[in-house]
């Protein structure tokens, strides 16, 4: 399939303001295109590291910045796409078969991760020749 990268959109949380703070929430097959089963984030993540450098078969995610800001790097094997996250009341979703690389990091950068799926290392594609061969075959 062609422009899966177009699929790779944000996705807008509600978000309550008030004198005391934001207060933000996300509801499972609602406020995203999935039920969520799994939730992971990345913190304390140093300067000049990167994450990801991965893509997923079965697996959609939506990716949140709820504590400063990162880019990341999508490529469906066709088309690339780089983004700035910086707003926790924005997720960008992911669907499978995108290979996503996060960096810039800024500090206490917190990446929030909602899965439609456990953890299976088998889900994974973690060789990028592997993933594009696996594109250009399918095509
Ligand atoms: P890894 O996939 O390398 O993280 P990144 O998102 O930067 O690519 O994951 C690091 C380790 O954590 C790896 O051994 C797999 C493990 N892991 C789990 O056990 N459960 C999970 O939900 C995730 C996302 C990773």
């Not at 959109?9 to 303001?17: R, S, T």
């Not at 959609?60 to 066709?78: A, K, N, R, W």
Request: with cysteine; charged share 25%.
């Amino acid at each position: 399939m062609k422009n899966r990268i177009n699929l790779c959109k944000f996705f807008d949380f509600p978000q309550i303001k008030d004198s005391r703070g934001n207060l933000t929430f996300i509801e499972s097959s609602i406020h995203i295109p999935f039920k969520i089963e799994r939730v992971y984030f990345l913190s304390s993540v140093p300067a000049n590291t990167e994450r990801g450098g991965h893509a997923h078969k079965a697996l959609h995610q939506i990716i949140i910045p709820i504590s400063g800001t990162f880019d990341i790097h999508l490529d469906d094997g066709i088309n690339k796409k780089s983004l700035h996250l910086d707003r926790d009341d924005k997720g960008l979703y992911l669907c499978p078969f995108i290979w996503r690389e996060i960096n810039a990091f800024s500090e206490g950068a917190v990446c929030l991760v909602l899965a439609s799926d456990h953890y299976k290392e088998e889900d994974y594609f973690r060789d990028y020749n592997t993933f594009i061969n696996f594109i250009q075959n399918e095509c």
